[in-house]
């Protein structure tokens, strides 16, 4: 196989598209925003791309015990009272500097050729700390977007992320630049310990404001749930752990 190789899965005419990336990262906001997107909008929802590489591991995923080698995907969108989107999502990111650099341009060519000028990368922000109320954060390359995001909720704060944002979310706006892509990078809070869905619904919200389209967050908010028993009985150890750590009256006699 060759570094990168692309088959073409069908064509299909869309009306100013937009890039729409959610691949795995912090909290896997972004591959759970994506495949939510693409999960409610199934009926209107066409796979036009497959994206196979030797920067994804060396691996086949396996479903009914069929195997599928790894790669990346695009389905074309139609919306009909929005934009239409080309959305891409996966189970993997390169392995290597290089890989992130290939992959990329090849996700920028694929936009070009379906007339996207735009770009909105999905992502995580980590906290470090389980939260109730869910921020998301933005990134854009011209900053004109600033105000028209802050309109809707999306908070700029000076020096976050710290250390930048890398993999394809952040090359997907710094490569986007240099082609005269419009990018945007919307980034929701997480604790970055365990998958959230909570921070992708707060994401795909400011998604629909901006580009025009509705979802149903039915099934977004049971998997919601199910990571808050999780959560629940994590602190529940902790708690205890706590309290087996704490020195009995014996213990402190022996405290010179």
Do not use: W
Not at 74 to 85: F, H, K, N, Q, S
Not at 173 to 199: A, H, I, N, W
Request: proline share 4%; aromatic share 6%.
């Amino acid at each position: 196989m060759d570094e990168l190789d692309i088959d073409a899965v069908a064509e299909v005419s869309l009306d100013d598209p937009v890039l729409v990336e959610g691949l795995p990262g912090v909290g896997h906001v972004g591959k759970l925003a994506a495949e939510h997107v693409l999960e409610e909008l199934d009926e209107q929802s066409t796979l036009v791309r497959r994206l196979y590489s030797r920067e994804f591991p060396p691996q086949v995923t396996v479903e009914d015990g069929v195997t599928e080698l790894t790669c990346a995907e695009l389905y074309a969108v139609e919306v009909p009272d929005g934009r239409d989107l080309l959305v891409l999502t996966g189970d993997h990111q390169a392995q290597t500097n290089d890989g992130h650099y290939v992959l990329t341009d090849a996700f920028l060519d694929i936009a070009e050729e379906f007339g996207a000028e735009e770009v909105y990368a999905l992502g995580g922000v980590p906290t470090g700390e389980l939260i109730d109320e869910y921020a998301v954060l933005g990134a854009v390359n011209e900053e004109p977007l600033v105000e028209e995001l802050e309109e809707l909720g999306v908070e700029f704060r000076e020096d976050e992320p710290a250390g930048g944002i890398v993999g394809v979310s952040g090359l997907l706006l710094g490569l986007g630049t240099r082609r005269g892509f419009q990018g945007v990078c919307l980034m929701g809070e997480t604790s970055g310990y365990l998958v959230d869905p909570k921070s992708a619904r707060a994401v795909l919200e400011v998604l629909e404001d901006r580009l025009g389209f509705e979802l149903e967050y039915d099934s977004l908010d049971e998997r919601a749930d199910e990571m808050e028993d999780v959560i629940g009985k994590i602190q529940e150890m902790e708690q205890q752990q706590q309290a087996m750590d704490v020195p009995s009256d014996d213990d402190l006699r022996y405290i010179g």
